[in-house]
């Protein structure tokens, strides 16, 4: 699986921006995507997920209510609606493939890694 990020720019506290993640192969709809970001001098940490059928999806406590992932299927495409932005949302973010649901908030269990969007949010 070959991913390609896209979506990420500047946007002022309290707007919203759209990230896409398509892929490419035919493992995508087998796979469980994640969303991930990278802030300077931090760890990556984990953003959302959403399991194969897109059903079912978590979120780091950080943005839940105001970030949402969805996926579909037939265009080989995962999103992550980001509204409300707060200027600590600033990072790299990154999409991720892997197979199994187990360990889906640990990087280190994902397979297929996009090369990441920088988003930016001004106070």
């Known amino acids: 699986v070959q991913l390609q990020a896209s979506g990420g720019g500047l946007v002022q506290a309290g707007g919203s921006l759209r990230l896409s993640c398509a892929a490419s192969?035919?493992?995508?709809?087998?796979?469980?995507m994640g969303w991930f970001r990278q802030a300077p001098g931090k760890e990556r940490e984990f953003v959302a997920a959403i399991n194969r059928g897109g059903g079912s999806t978590y979120y780091v406590d950080s943005v839940k209510g105001r970030f949402t992932i969805s996926r579909d299927n037939a265009k080989n495409t995962v999103y992550l609606q980001m509204n409300s932005l707060e200027p600590d949302d600033t990072a790299v973010y990154y999409c991720?493939?892997?197979?199994?649901?187990?360990?889906?908030?640990?990087?280190?269990?994902?397979?297929?890694w996009g090369q990441g969007t920088q988003v930016t949010v001004s106070s």
């Open positions: 192969g035919r493992t995508f709809s087998s796979s469980v």
């Open positions: 991720a493939a892997k197979i199994g649901w187990v360990g889906y908030s640990y990087s280190s269990t994902y397979d297929y």
